[in-house]
């Protein structure tokens, strides 16, 4: 399968003349050589350190436990990557133990000390950005686009959430005097002891972002990645730990969401937790911290079911790229991954056939190498998930592009799926409602917009959401009614995901997101803490 034309120049900003452009999701393309170049040192270097045993790390001290579980690649299954500790409910106390002991000083110290460290952890990132990158790519099974890109948000979310903390002046306001003597103020003052769980597909962003999020403002961390992708979340700590935290504010730990997580969950010396997952898990958590001895913050992300909504007045070369790039980019393994595509009948036709043709040019291999996009989807579970979800698709509507495995010669080695595309699947069939989670995407004509609307806004989540018309009334009447927390218009780069920080805020409402605020906002930090009023006479 070959690899789209049509992708030609990136989107990229360029920090100084002697730097190569930053890649985020906006990007289309490396070609920068010395890009390549990085990344294939950084990878001889990651693989010499493969296979071996790591700890969890608790109060500074690396901490054993008594059984390990490992970390293959799904790239390839005879891959290796490292041995990881199967942690258990012990040292989950241990570790939130060791935060809550960290607490006493980090909270009490002023933000710009705080800033200082998260600062010089994120400077520590960007001087490691390549060998993370590669290590991504080799645990995730992502393409060295979406890998660099995993990283570089994480740099840029440290730096966005101190800029926060810092032009907010550490959000302590004064307030209206009620006589020359009497002061009064508000501040915002950290909670303690905030747990976060992160996802295996974006191990670094989700983890640095949230944990970084919540030291800068003062409370301390204890981290647990998915058992798919502890390597890289291992190395992130390791940056963060290296620029000088003070231990015991960041604690890692490694071991199953049915013991360790669930330890975690419902210790009640947690006092704040920060989930991004599966939609059933997030209503749990968010449960079992509601039955606690009083409210607690519970920043929870929970998916999306993606719909992008395409009018007679688009341009459907951007449309068909842009869906492309969003039902296809990771595998489809994004929570914003555009999932369902609603075309108005006029266009329907012209619209598949672009999209199929794109589609089609695909590269799909071992993402490691340069000119690959197409990579593994994570696990055994997922490669079975894609199957079964195939056999219903094909049963229940008509299968244009995909639905098998890929098997021949090192595919055979990994766990690789066809990129699917669906028509003719009927508007009432489940899965037009549940998040796969995978590389498959359906599509339906509409008789107009208000009726793709409908279809678009049914469903429990309100993710993210993109529309193509070259019509500003359409536009307007898109953003004013879509029941969706990141909207894109018109976007080539990505039809639904994409978002970066400062630039896009990123975040759901209904059953996407518990807050209403978004990560990579203004309003993202405040979430950690909590607010006190002061009154002072003098």
């Known amino acids: 399968m ?59 001290a ?13 790239i390839n299954t005879d891959w290796l990557l490292g041995k990881f500790q199967k942690g258990i409910a012990r040292h989950a106390r241990d570790a939130v133990a060791a935060a809550r002991k960290a607490f006493r000083i980090w909270g009490g110290k002023s933000w710009m000390d705080r800033i200082k460290v998260l600062r010089r952890a994120a400077g520590l990132m960007e001087k490691r950005i390549y060998e993370l990158s590669a290590l991504t790519s080799l645990e995730v099974g ?131 937790i920060t989930f991004t997952g599966s939609y059933d898990v997030g209503m749990q958590i968010l449960r079992t911290f509601a039955g606690g001895r009083y409210p607690r913050p519970c920043i929870a992300e929970m998916g999306g079911k993606n719909s992008t909504i395409i009018s007679r007045k688009a341009d459907l070369d951007l449309a068909a790229m842009g869906v492309m790039r969003s039902a296809f980019g990771l595998q489809g393994q994004k929570c914003s991954a555009c999932s369902r595509v609603y075309i108005e009948h006029p266009v329907k036709e ?26 593994p989807v994570i696990n055994k579970k997922a490669y079975a998930d894609y199957m079964a979800f195939c056999r219903e698709l094909r049963e229940a509507g008509r299968i244009l592009h995909g639905g098998e495995y890929l098997t021949d010669g090192d595919f055979g ?31 339906a004509g509409a008789e107009n917009l208000e009726e793709a609307m ?57 059953g996407s997101g518990s807050t209403g605020k978004a990560g990579g906002s203004l309003y993202y930090v405040p979430q950690f803490l909590r607010e006190q009023s002061r009154t002072v006479v003098s």
């Open 350 to 375: 012209a619209f598949i056939e672009k999209f199929l043709k794109l589609t089609q040019s695909i590269i799909i291999g071992n993402p490691l190498k340069r000119d690959v996009w197409l990579g």
């Open 2 to 60: 070959r690899a789209s034309k049509t992708a030609k120049k990136p989107v990229a900003r360029r920090s100084s003349p002697s730097k190569p452009p930053k890649i985020t999701y906006a990007t289309l393309g490396m070609p920068n050589p010395r890009l390549h170049d990085e990344f294939d040192q950084a990878l001889d270097q990651v693989k010499a350190r493969l296979g071996k045993a790591h700890p969890m790390l608790i109060e500074g």
């Open 454 to 510: 409908r279809q678009a806004n049914a469903g429990d989540y309100g993710l993210t959401a993109g529309f193509f018309s070259s019509s500003p009334k359409e536009i307007e009447w898109f953003l004013n009614h879509i029941q969706a927390g990141v909207t894109y218009v018109n976007r080539q780069a990505g039809a639904t995901t994409g978002a970066w920080p400062g630039y896009q805020a990123f975040g759901g409402w209904k």
């Open 142 to 272: 992502k393409n060295r686009l979406e890998a660099i890109g995993d990283i570089q948000e994480s740099i840029d979310l440290i730096y966005f959430y101190c800029n926060q903390m810092e032009s907010n002046q550490g959000y302590s306001r004064i307030l209206a005097k009620e006589s020359a003597n009497i002061s009064n103020s508000s501040v915002l003052r950290p909670h303690g002891v905030w747990v976060v769980i992160s996802p295996f597909n974006f191990p670094s962003a989700l983890s640095a972002g949230p944990s970084s999020a919540a030291m800068i403002a003062g409370n301390t961390v204890v981290l647990k990645p998915a058992t798919d992708t502890p390597y890289t979340v291992l190395e992130v700590v390791r940056c963060f730990l290296d620029a000088g935290l003070p231990t015991g504010v960041l604690n890692f730990v490694t071991g199953p969401g049915d013991t360790l997580g669930k330890a975690l969950i419902s210790d009640p010396e947690v006092d704040g």
């Open 62 to 74: 690396s901490v054993m436990a008594e059984e390990t579980f490992e970390d293959y690649s799904p």
């Open 413 to 443: 080695k990994g766990f690789f799926c066809a990129p699917t595309i669906v028509d003719q699947l009927p508007l009432d069939h489940p899965l037009w409602k549940k998040e796969m989670f995978l590389p498959i995407v359906t599509v």
